[in-house]
């Protein structure tokens, strides 16, 4: 099986822009779970969607978004970038159930700029 | 809320040596999930192991294992005959059955391998 795709891995952006990024969840997994790293607040929890549906969404601003498609891929959206969203986004992946693991994409960088 | 708590951002250890990186965490909840992952340069977070906490054997993974102290809330991660491909960040995390099961990720420890 092809393992999560993250698409596209590096993007520059401009203060006030908006930027979409995509994650192809391996086949057969419907949970996608979005995470934001930094060297400042580490590893923080996004959002997760399940068929569809947002199921969770951490603390974070209204500007970040997302949403999941009937195939299971999922797309986040930030809108009026700020110098601090400038992170490495991780995607991850898992089957349904409570006993089952994360897979994880190679991760999407962005650099406001 | 749960909280996972690495107190060592760096450890180093001389190829096949054997190093032990700690973690602790904090929650009110009984039954949960605790993992060690493990991210290289290229990025990409990797499953070392994992445990379940109403097991109460500890889990190994080829040259991986785990003491996992319950009553303690620690989950400390054991790496035997250490190889150069080792190297990397790894973060405990903690995921909880109830609710939001999301990973909630330690600050990480860098490892590095002397040859």
Redesign the interface.
Known sequence: KAGVTQTPRYLIKTRGQQVTLSCSPISGHRSVSWYQQTPGQGLQFLFEYFSETQRNKGNFPGRFSGRQFSNSRSEMNVSTLELGDSALYLCASRETGENTEAFFGQGTRLTVV | AQTVTQSQPEMSVQEAETVTLSCTYDTSESDYYL?W?KQPP??????VI?Q?AYKQQNATENRFSVNFQKAAKSFSLKISDSQLGDAAMY?CAYRS?Q??????????TRLTINP
């Open positions: 993992f992952y290229s990025r990409q977070m990797i499953l994992r379940e973060f059955l609710g939001a099961q999301k990973l909630v990720f330690g600050q990480g």
